[in-house]
T-cell receptor, first 114, second 117 residues
Framework: GAGVSQSPSNKVTEKGKDVELRCDPI?????LYWYRQSLGQGLEFLIY????????KSGLPSDRFSAERTGGSVSTLTIQRTQQEDSAVYLC????????????FGQGTRLTVV | AQTVTQSQPEMSVQEAETVTLSCTYD???????LFWYKQPPSRQMILVIR??????QNATENRFSVNFQKAAKSFSLKISDSQLGDAAMYFC??????????????FGPGTSLSVIP
């Protein structure tokens, strides 16, 4: 696609429910990132996929969070048993293989846990 | 591991004035790229400017310029003739230029810039 696409753009869920957030990176981009951003705050790194390498999961805050990337393209971030503190904007980004190419970001998914 | 630091969580500038946002980084590599991103209230991240470490000349994009001091590992962003539309969160970022399988982009914590009319 022309840019990084994330869906849904907004999600309201009840505490304790599971949610899935989707990211469709730019075609051909080998690297994909998930970040969490609370209102007015910086980017909290969650997970990084690069090609066929094992993902860097060092930023996942708890075992309720998981992500997968199928076929080296679309990624899904899953949050199980959501808590109110999970409310935030979840941003996805992708980068190409070219040296020095920048990260391209999606518009994010605003998750609200009530 | 590389780290990126932005020591100013918040900054403000008068419209039409100049403001400089600070960024320092830590790396043992000699070849890398540095970036400044802008995130306006719409939350869409936009690349503002990019600097290649092996280039001594500071990058410039219209009203945006950088002061890249490689030895000091400093990469500040100068915004001239500030406009209301410059109000945003600004992120400094680092990416290795080494063609390894692990070249994660590292972001700083961000600086929130307000522009005062």
């Amino acid at each position: 696609g022309a840019g990084v696409s994330q869906s849904p753009s907004n999600k309201v869920t009840e505490k304790g429910k599971d949610v899935e957030l989707r990211c469709d990176p730019i075609s051909g981009h080998t690297a994909l990132y998930w970040y969490r951003q609370s209102l007015g705050q910086g980017l909290e790194f969650l997970i990084y996929f690069q090609g066929n390498s094992a993902p860097d999961k060092s930023g996942l805050p708890s075992d309720r969070f998981s992500a997968e990337r199928t076929g080296g393209s679309v990624s899904t971030l899953t949050i199980q048993r959501t808590q109110q503190e999970d409310s935030a904007v979840y941003l996805c980004a992708s980068t190409g293989q070219g040296v020095g190419t920048e990260a391209f970001f999606g518009q994010g998914t605003r998750l609200t846990v009530v | 591991a590389q780290t990126v630091t932005q020591s100013q969580p918040e900054m403000s500038v008068q419209e039409a004035e100049t403001v400089t946002l600070s960024c320092t980084y830590d790396t043992s590599e000699s070849d890398y790229y540095l970036f400044w991103y802008k995130q306006p209230p719409s939350r869409q991240m936009i690349l503002v400017i990019r600097q290649e470490a092996y280039k001594q000349q500071n990058a410039t994009e219209n009203r945006f310029s950088v002061n890249f001091q490689k030895a000091a590992k400093s990469f500040s962003l100068k915004i001239s003739d500030s406009q209301l539309g410059d109000a945003a969160m600004y992120f400094c970022a680092y990416r290795s230029a080494l063609k390894t399988s692990y070249d994660k982009v590292i972001f700083g914590p961000g600086t929130s810039l307000s522009v005062i009319p």
